[in-house]
């Protein structure tokens, strides 16, 4: 293992910015800034401005007085800047509204973009306030509301406290008391005693019913009502509501029932949608992108509207590698697949679209450019209730311990209370918070009585700057001593991975063999009834670096065929898939190793290499070569070699199988347990041999 080194310094080398490849139109775009800058020369000389057209609904340009103060001050906007420097983190989009009796609508409101959008195209297309986000986890709030809307409707025999198995026929938990006593707050507050089981979720036939039937095989690691427990299939299985109390999607009703009455245009759940919005002829972009497309011919050119999300990939904290930025392409999730995700992180809207959202909410539930009341009282007021302890100590001085409602954490900075909830999808991070309690705390606005901020990130990695915006506008907006959040993040990083690093066991010099040859499980398959089937292929040491066939299909790469005969021919492909070569590139060599196809949300691939007896290191691998069949190897990517798990061939039982265990089931919970035991008892996940 190599020896630990700062983060700090991990983070300056790390987050250099991407480096753009000499070629054709690196010079035009050179040549087209030199002009750029003439013509601004010229304009100064001249006193004559260059003219450009403004959109309609361009996000600019609106007069401001030079004396009427900001929501998001220069200073804050320079350092939303250099943090994405610092970081090198692609863009930020920030949207800040202020409830502020004292002007005519009741509300201020300011957007602010910085950097870049998409970044697989040249030049790269900037954030603007109209940029669609995938804000992920930002989405419950949304079916959280929805449940509440039902409850809201007299016609309906529902309430927070009914039971789901009353409700949804499909229900059920391995845990028979949770399984018959749930109530709909229950699946919402996350005391159900189930941990994450993210890689269980993948997109089914059966949809989001099937999901729900397929959660009475995951195990539970705490007993029910226990402890607090994310588990974004919960919010999955609120989403079913609609379906079964209204016969209506849940998409189409949280679409005529909340997007459209609060003036959410932009807002989606609809992938191919959102991927074939295009920005409206003569729209003003930031900076010098305008004058670009002027030069170019290309002001009618289709420019997409939704942005990509930027990960790193083949970054390996583990080994302190640091891995390349690169821009997830196409959007990770496909189009008719992201229904079943819809319900715990399926929005894709932009930050204009968080005005009137952030503003009905800080309104109690009314619409205020239509007075019309879209969330209750009585529900708004069950949503911003704390109901479990999800950290019982203030992680720094100036916080306090949070509480987690219906999708809603509920903590004090410095005193003043924040309701907020974070969204992490592959590619991207958002953060949408808001002080309802601000009355007399706003010197710059002495009329305004809450606040509230959206931060949406394009980074994988974002979450330390939109964090620390998030911070700063508020110290900035109620005049408090400054702090460097961003530092602080940046130190809590480096101590997690410090950590882990510390944890791993390095593989023994003499390895235990196996109980059976490794090359034998390429024999076998083991099934779990909700994390899918495992077909072990074999790569025998010093045989990692296969040559890729271009003849290869993919079907026989990611079949599920069990016969014998085909067998040997599927694993073959399977291994010479660009997905696999890569990530047998970073395997080491002189290990015995399994590879196999693991088609899950957050998933592709499942990667075994032999420990010691019958141990084994087990890292899952996502790459998008599968969706992006572009041959520019730029555009691929492979994450999740700095996540490591174990798993014990078992095969000293009655039922011979595969145990996972390591953290695989994403337990969070404070008073969660994990399995102490060996074999099928000790498994987070146990895959039978089939």
Request: proline fraction near 9%; aromatic fraction near 10%.
């Amino acid at each position: 293992m190599m020896g630990s080194q700062s983060l700090s310094r991990f983070f300056q080398d790390t987050h250099r910015p991407m480096q753009k490849t000499a070629s054709h139109s690196g010079l035009i775009y050179t040549l087209l800034l030199a002009s750029i800058s003439f013509l601004r020369v010229l304009s100064t000389a001249t006193q004559v401005p260059i003219q450009l057209p403004i959109a309609k609904d361009s996000p600019s340009r609106r007069p401001r007085p030079h004396n009427e103060p900001r929501l998001i001050s220069h200073t804050v906007e320079a350092y939303i800047h250099s943090l994405l420097s610092t970081h090198s983190s692609p863009g930020l989009a920030v949207a800040v509204v202020l409830k502020d009796p004292s002007v005519p609508t009741g509300f201020r409101h300011q957007l602010f973009g910085a950097g870049n959008a998409r970044t697989s195209s040249f030049p790269p297309v900037p954030v603007t306030p109209d940029t669609l986000f995938a804000i992920a986890s930002n989405s419950k709030l949304f079916t959280a509301v929805s449940a509440g809307l039902l409850i809201s409707n007299s016609s309906l025999d529902v309430d927070w406290t009914t039971k789901v198995a009353t409700l949804i026929p499909e229900w059920g938990l391995a845990d028979p008391i949770a399984s018959q006593e749930a109530t709909v707050l229950d699946l919402l507050v996350h005391r159900t005693g189930m941990p994450r089981h993210d890689y269980a979720r993948v997109p089914l036939e059966g949809g989001v019913p099937a999901m729900i039937a397929d959660l009475r095989h995951l195990r539970p690691s705490a007993p029910f009502r226990s402890t607090f427990q994310y588990n974004n299939m919960m919010y999955g299985t609120i989403s079913h509501l609609p379906k079964r109390l209204l016969n209506v999607s849940f998409e189409s009703f949280v679409h005529q029932h909340i997007f459209k009455l609060a003036g959410m245009n932009a807002s989606t759940y609809s992938v191919e949608e959102a991927e074939a919005r295009r920005y409206p002829p003569g729209y003003i972009f930031p900076g010098d992108f305008n004058v670009y497309r002027m030069f170019a011919n290309h002001a009618a050119k289709s420019i997409p509207v939704m942005a990509e999300g930027h990960q790193y990939s083949l970054r390996d904290f583990y080994l302190e590698e640091r891995g390349e930025l690169r821009p997830t392409v196409p959007y990770y999730q496909r189009p008719g697949k992201e229904h079943i995700g819809a319900g715990p992180g399926g929005i894709l809207t932009s930050i204009r679209d968080m005005v009137p959202w952030l503003s009905t909410l800080l309104n109690g539930g009314t619409v205020p450019q239509t007075n019309l009341t879209l969330i209750p009282p009585e529900v708004l007021d069950r949503l911003e209730t704390g109901v479990m302890v999800s950290e019982g100590k203030a992680a720094y001085p100036e916080l306090s311990p949070k509480v987690y409602g219906p999708a809603q954490w509920r903590y004090t900075y410095h005193g003043h209370e924040i309701i907020e909830h974070g969204g992490d999808k592959p590619g991207f991070k958002t953060q949408v918070a808001r002080l309802p309690n601000l009355a007399g705390k706003v010197a710059s606005f002495p009329n305004a009585t809450g606040l509230g901020i959206a931060v949406f990130s394009n980074d994988a990695d974002g979450s330390v700057v939109l964090e620390s915006v998030k911070f700063r506008i508020i110290d900035n907006l109620l005049g408090l001593e400054e702090i460097d959040w961003y530092s602080r993040f940046v130190n809590e990083t480096e101590t997690y991975y410090a950590q882990k690093r510390r944890m791993a066991i390095p593989r023994p010099r003499d390895p235990q063999p196996p109980p059976r040859p490794i090359s034998t499980l390429q024999e076998y398959f083991f099934q779990h009834p909700s994390y899918g089937l495992l077909q072990p292929c074999y790569v025998p040491p010093g045989s990692l670096s296969i040559h890729t066939s271009p003849s290869i299909h993919r079907e026989h790469a990611y079949g599920n065929k069990k016969s014998s005969t085909n067998r040997a021919q599927s694993c073959a492909a399977f291994l010479q898939h660009p997905t696999t070569q890569l990530l047998l590139s970073k395997t080491p060599a002189d290990i015995p190793t399994l590879v196999m196809p693991f088609p899950r949300t957050f998933a592709t691939h499942l990667r075994l290499t032999h420990w010691s007896g019958p141990w084994f290191n087990v890292t899952i691998a996502w790459g998008n070569h599968r969706e992006h069949e572009s041959k520019d190897e730029k555009n691929r990517i492979l994450i999740g070699l700095d996540e490591r798990f174990e798993a014990e061939w078992v095969t000293y039982e009655e039922e011979e199988g595969l145990a996972f265990r390591g953290g695989i089931w994403g337990m969070e919970g404070p008073d969660a347990t994990a399995p102490e035991d060996v074999g099928r008892k000790g498994a987070e996940v146990w895959f039978t041999k089939v």
